[in-house]
C-alpha cells in the first residue's frame, strides 16, 4: 500500500511564473489536506478537501492560491504568479472517512522562487 | 484558535541519554499526534494518542486530555533519532494545528 505521494520533490519557479504541486492520497483515503511549512517553522494548515469539494480553505491565502481534489486524479494545488515569500515546503496529507482523523503526509514538495 | 505549545524548544543529548519532551494545548482535542520532522525533511507518524498511554520500542507517549497536556518519551537515544519533533492537535475541525517543534540533536 504506497503512501501519499507527492510530486514534484523540488520545483523551481521565476517571479510572476505559476507553480502545480499534486499530490495522490493513499489507497482508501477520501480527505485531502495542504499545509504549508517556512523554514525554521511549523506546519501550517491551508485547505482540507474531500472529493470535487473543499471543505475548509481557512488557511489559504486569499489571493493567487487554489486547491481542488477531482473525481479522477490528484488533488492539486495551484500557485500563480508566485512571488519569493511562496518559499517554502508544501506538504500534503490524507486520512480515511472516519472519526479518527489519523493523518499522514507525503514526503512534501520544496518550492524555491528565484 | 487552538494553541500549542512545545517545549523545550531545544535538546542536545549523547547517545544513550533518555528524554522527555512536552506539548501543552489550550483547548479539548480530537486528536493529538507526534511526528518526527527527519533531516532530510520527511515527516513520520509516531503516534496518534487524543489520550491515554502507547508505546512503540524506544518511544513511548502519554496524553491526559483533562489536563491538556501530552508527553514524548525517547529512551537510549541513538543518532537517528535527530530532527524535529512535532506535536499537532484536531479540534473536531479535522486541520492540525502544529506546534513550533523540538529540535533534537544526538550526539554520538
Known amino acids: 500500500n504506497a503512501g501519499v505521494m507527492q510530486n514534484p520533490r523540488h520545483l523551481v519557479r521565476r517571479r510572476g511564473q505559476e507553480a502545480r504541486l499534486r499530490c495522490s492520497p493513499m489507497?482508501?483515503?477520501?480527505?485531502v489536506y495542504w499545509y504549508r511549512q517556512l523554514p525554521e517553522e511549523g506546519l501550517k494548515f491551508m485547505v482540507y478537501l474531500q472529493k470535487e469539494n473543499i471543505i475548509d480553505e481557512s488557511g489559504m491565502p486569499k489571493e493567487r492560491f487554489s486547491a481542488e481534489f477531482p473525481k479522477e486524479g490528484p488533488s492539486i494545488l495551484r500557485i500563480q504568479q508566485v512571488v519569493r515569500g511562496d518559499s517554502a515546503a508544501y506538504f500534503c496529507?490524507?486520512?480515511?472517512?472516519?472519526?479518527?482523523?489519523?493523518?499522514?503526509f507525503g514526503a512534501g514538495t520544496r518550492l524555491s522562487v528565484l | 484558535g487552538i494553541q500549542v505549545e512545545q517545549s523545550p524548544p531545544d535538546l542536545i543529548l549523547q547517545e544513550g541519554a533518555n528524554s522527555t519532551l512536552r506539548c501543552n494545548f489550550s483547548?479539548?482535542?480530537?486528536?493529538l499526534q507526534w511526528f518526527h520532522q527527519n533531516p532530510w525533511g520527511q515527516l513520520i507518524n509516531l503516534f496518534y494518542i487524543p489520550s491515554g498511554t502507547k508505546q512503540n520500542g524506544r518511544l513511548s507517549a502519554t496524553t491526559v486530555a483533562t489536563e491538556r497536556y501530552s508527553l514524548l518519551y525517547i529512551s537510549s537515544s541513538q543518532t537517528t533519532d535527530s530532527g524535529v519533533y512535532f506535536c499537532?492537535?484536531?479540534?473536531?475541525?479535522?486541520?492540525?494545528?502544529f506546534g513550533s517543534g523540538t529540535r533534537l540533536q544526538v550526539q554520538p
Open positions: 496529507a490524507s486520512s480515511p472517512a472516519s472519526a479518527k482523523n489519523i493523518q499522514y
Open positions: 489507497k482508501g483515503h477520501s480527505h
Open positions: 483547548d479539548s482535542v480530537n486528536n
Open positions: 499537532a492537535v484536531d479540534t473536531g475541525r479535522r486541520a492540525l494545528t
